[in-house]
């Protein structure tokens, strides 16, 4: 008898549903226009390849109204971003250009990070910029913004979209640059690698794993990888390593992704012997790295520098102002490797652990001293 | 008279959480820069009801003084399976769409036959088959993407004529057609029965065990439901345990607030609706505020325990407290 009664009600519903079907209200996606290049500030905006296309929308008189919709914030490198993007759009000639510059971080929930970037579109904003949870779901948000008259962009874990400006550091080959220097250092042919991996689920994650592998599988040789997830974070990092050490007990080489100070620290404290590491920006780690070079921890560091936030809300200043730009601004990559990680140049032994250093891009004219990013708030503004 | 005043105590919960939403969401509209358009309205319902059909699914469980864990989890099964097979001719869509709900009411029909044949623990025993589905959900989809029919995507997240969100009406519906009936129905007579004392209801004859297997069932399909709206808001499908986790907890603050007792035996899946809307309308209340990032969660959590407390303000109206625990 339960079951008649549920099969009635899924009838029903499937009824409504079609229903709701029946009636599609989709909205002409107008978007800007596709001009053939060269874009505007070719030396700060770089296609990122011979087939980009370049989007010029129609010219809008500022000051501009310029959003920030980022989803994750628990992390030292999202923070040190918002700190990038309000010490960038409080610098005079940035500050100019803005009305208003708002911030809003709405945590893991996808749903949550839709709508406040719909809320933005919705309140009239001239420029929305994400930070995105999840590279397939924001295809919706980028048809309302197009349809709005609103320029979208996306960075770091940027919108896979052809419909909107995503600014993209080649997160490809900074897994296969972490291979490449592992491979060159880690001597047989052999081994056990350890991998610590981002969230998962992530474009950046997931670029970065492929890359890595790309080039590993390419080499000939045999390594063995074993893969734990860091999340990026410290803490979380170093639990993860210090549990696959605990039970592999030696590994000839690491490539983590983020949290790489947390991955050298449960290194250390493991007692585990010096092998090459590969690891992300932060302070701490090239600071341990040089700390214990002669000891034999050498390290490779590349990264995508929070800053790249500032050249996204230059290219969105660039797009109202009527400028074309290129669909796929391709960023360069920040990297030293061992022995050419300076002091004060590469690392400062003064400043935190959680700094990402390598925030300027002389290409687009932005350049921030610590000081200058560290002093201000993670405040939503 | 008397009679009316015994329905009115019987639905405080849920006029309290109508009037707090009521008020949240005026506050909230004042202050938006753009005001109630139908955009606005669309983007607010979307994200509330997502988390309303999910409160609604922990809603019959915990009226039968159970708990589902896997709510969450159907929700992002649901979502992913969804992104896999709602996709092709208008008619494929459809059956998709339908496989969608068979999959949640399927994962419904084993919750509760592990809670009632298998005699587990709720709490235990969901919480295992919840980390199965995120586990089936993570093979289906190991990295988020998808490709469904834009169209029917747009039609159930988009807003019908006078600016009426159409997910909205797709949770009328669903309230309608669903919940309406299964109230009034012997068997949703008996989740009300078994939750305020199991014993009794068995001693007076209702079926126990149909009715606590059909509480999960429905759950199921309510969150598969959800699971289907996720997937037109996003175009796409994603296995994110952090989605799973958070739609888990926050569907059951979305039943306390909406007056529905974890002890089981009273309240209702239309107070969880507007529990919902509370909890939704606070995290947009970040929206119009300027709040600091580090403080945000702070907010939320006292924001929210005001709310959860409005509903034992009945203390300071009985005269006799031991009447509380008669």
């Not at chain 1, 945590?107 to 001239?126: P, R, T, V």
């Not at chain 1, 295809?139 to 008259?149: E, I, M, S, T, W």
Request: with cysteine.
């Amino acid at each position: 008898m339960t079951c008649t009664v549920a099969k009635n009600w899924a009838l029903r519903l499937a009824g409504a549903l079609s229903l709701a079907c029946g009636i599609s209200f989709a909205a002409a996606a107008a978007g800007p226009e596709v001009v053939s290049g060269p874009g505007v500030d070719p030396g700060c905006f770089k296609p990122w390849d011979a087939g980009t296309k370049f989007f010029k929308a129609a010219k809008k008189n500022g000051p501009y109204r310029i959003a920030l919709a980022n989803g994750f914030i628990g992390n030292t490198w999202r923070i040190q971003m918002i700190k990038t993007a309000k010490a960038y759009a409080d610098q005079p000639e940035v500050k100019a250009q803005l009305k208003e510059f708002k911030v809003v971080s709405t945590g893991e929930d996808l749903a949550a990070q839709i709508a406040a970037a719909d809320n933005f579109i919705n309140s009239g904003y001239d420029a929305v910029i994400v930070n995105a949870l999840n590279p397939a779901a924001f295809a919706p948000v980028v048809k309302r913004a197009n349809a709005a008259g609103v320029a979208i962009l996306s960075f770091d874990n940027v919108i896979e979209s052809n419909d909107a400006v995503i600014v993209n550091v080649d997160q490809i080959e900074l897994g296969r640059l972490a291979a490449r220097w592992l491979l060159k250092k880690i001597p047989g042919s052999a081994g056990k690698l350890l991998e610590v991996r981002g969230p998962s689920g992530n474009s950046v994650d997931r670029d970065r794993h492929n890359g890595f592998h790309e080039v590993l599988n390419g080499s000939g040789k045999k390594f063995e990888v074993v893969e734990v997830v860091g999340k990026w974070d410290d803490g979380t990092a170093q639990k993860v390593t210090a549990d696959a050490i605990a039970v592999h007990k030696k590994f000839d080489g690491i490539y983590t992704q983020g949290g790489s100070t947390g991955t050298v620290r449960a290194l250390i404290d493991a007692g585990h012997p010096f092998i090459p590491v590969s690891g992300e920006t932060e302070n701490g780690f090239r600071k341990l790295c040089a700390l214990h070079a002669e000891k034999g921890l050498h390290c490779s560091s590349g990264g995508t520098g929070p800053a790249q936030v500032a050249v996204t809300i230059k290219a969105a200043i660039a797009a109202l102002q009527g400028n074309p730009i290129p669909q796929s601004v391709a960023l360069p990559v920040s990297y030293v490797e061992y022995p050419n990680i300076k002091q004060g140049e590469d690392f400062y032994p003064d400043l935190s652990d959680n700094f990402f250093v390598g925030n300027s891009f002389p290409g687009c004219k932005i350049g921030f001293s610590a000081t200058e990013i560290m002093g201000k708030s993670e405040a939503n503004q | 008279m008397k009679d009316w005043n015994y329905r009115l105590a019987e639905q405080r919960g849920l006029i309290l959480a109508i009037a707090v939403f009521t008020a949240m969401f005026a506050f909230y509209i004042a202050k938006h820069p753009a005001g109630l358009t139908a955009n606005v309205a669309t983007t607010a319902a979307n994200k509330g009801v997502l988390l309303a059909l999910v409160g609604m699914a922990q809603t019959i469980p915990v009226v039968t003084s159970g708990l589902d864990l896997s709510v969450g989890m159907v929700f992002v099964l649901a979502n992913c399976v969804a992104s896999k097979i709602m996709t092709g001719s208008p008619l494929a869509t459809a059956f998709g769409a339908l496989a969608v709900l068979a999959v949640g009411i399927l994962c419904g029909a084993i919750n509760g036959a592990v809670v009632v044949y298998g005699r587990l623990q709720p709490i235990i025993a969901t919480l295992a088959t919840g980390t199965i589905y995120y586990g089936l959900a993570l093979a289906l989809r190991p990295a988020p993407g998808g490709d469904i029919n834009t169209d029917f995507a747009d039609a159930v997240s988009g807003s019908l004529p006078g600016g009426i969100p159409a997910s909205l009406v797709l949770l009328v519906g669903v309230v309608a057609v669903v919940w309406i009936p299964y109230r009034r129905s012997v068997l949703g007579r008996a989740a009300y029965a078994v939750g305020s004392s199991e014993q009794a209801a068995y001693m007076s004859g209702v079926p126990i065990a149909t009715a606590k297997f059909l509480a999960y069932v429905l759950a199921g399909l309510f969150a598969a439901i959800a699971g289907l709206l996720l997937t037109c808001i996003t175009y796409s499908g994603e296995a994110s345990a952090a989605i799973g986790g958070s739609y888990t907890l926050n569907s059951i603050a979305a039943v306390v607030i909406g007056g529905t007792s974890l002890f089981g035996g009273s309240g209702g899946a239309i107070g969880s609706i507007f529990g919902a809307f509370v909890l939704r309308t606070i995290g947009d209340l970040l929206f119009v505020f300027d709040m600091d990032a580090l403080w945000q969660p702070l907010f939320l959590g006292a924001v929210l325990l005001v709310a959860v407390s409005l509903g034992s303000f009945r203390l300071l109206r009985i005269k006799n407290r031991l009447e509380l625990y008669r």
